[in-house]
Each structure stands twice: as C-alpha cells, then as structure tokens.
C-alpha cells in the first residue's frame, strides 16, 4: 500500500508559478510510474504529465507542454511539478498518483491506469 500527500498548491495570478509535491510512504515508491492529474469542476479528470520509475523518461499533456516540469526524488520519496506560466485554465485541483506494476516502461495517460492517489491540492489561477 502506498500512501500519497500532496501540497503547495494555492492562489496565483496568471503568469506566476508554482511548484507542487507529492509524498509518498512505503519503500517501493522509485521502483513505479507517478503521474499529476488534474481535475477543474465540472470537467473530467484529465492527465498532466508522467514520469517513469527511474525518472529519465517523462510524457507531458499538450496543454502544459514547455510550462510545466515534473520531476522526483527517489531517495527522498518524493514527486514534484513546477508549474510556470500559470493559465486561469490551469485552475483545478491537482492529483498525484501512483501505478503499482512496478519498473513498468508503460507511462500510461489513463487515470484508471494509477492505483494509488493523493487527496489534491487546489491551484487557482486569476486572470
């Protein structure tokens, strides 16, 4: 069982940044695939950016591509996303999660791919 936390969302104006992390418990956290997601009200769930167990290889949504950067810190079991550029349409609460196949080459875009997931972390966006 993997337990998730993430945090440093918060309020922003557009153009600014921000960076979020994720915290995980358990000692297999640098052998799986972590993901963000977002979700905004009213709208689905949607993929945000991927990186693999390693953290060589990452896969971006189009929308936050050259944005936003995620990153992680396997010794120190932790997941990050720096956010620049900031959109109102960025606004929505932010998700981390975690596929449990472990040293999986998949980077999967699909929520229902991930089988642990954060509480979120809101980040609002003014124009």
């Known amino acids: 069982q993997v337990q998730l936390v993430e945090s440093g969302g918060g309020l922003v104006q557009a153009g600014g940044s921000l960076r979020l992390s994720c915290a995980a418990s358990g000692r297999t956290f640098s052998t799986y695939t972590m993901g963000w997601f977002r979700q905004a009200p009213g709208k689905e769930r949607e993929f945000v950016a991927a990186?693999?167990?390693?953290?060589?290889?990452?896969a971006y949504a189009d929308s936050v591509k050259g944005r936003f950067t995620i990153s992680r810190d396997n010794a120190k079991n932790m997941m990050y996303l720096q956010m620049n550029s900031l959109k109102p349409e960025d606004t929505a609460v932010y998700y981390c999660a975690a596929d449990q196949e472990r040293f999986s080459s998949v980077m999967s875009r699909s929520w229902d791919s991930y089988d642990y997931w954060g509480q979120g972390t809101q980040v609002t966006v003014s124009s």
């Open positions: 990186i693999r167990w390693s953290g060589g290889i990452t």
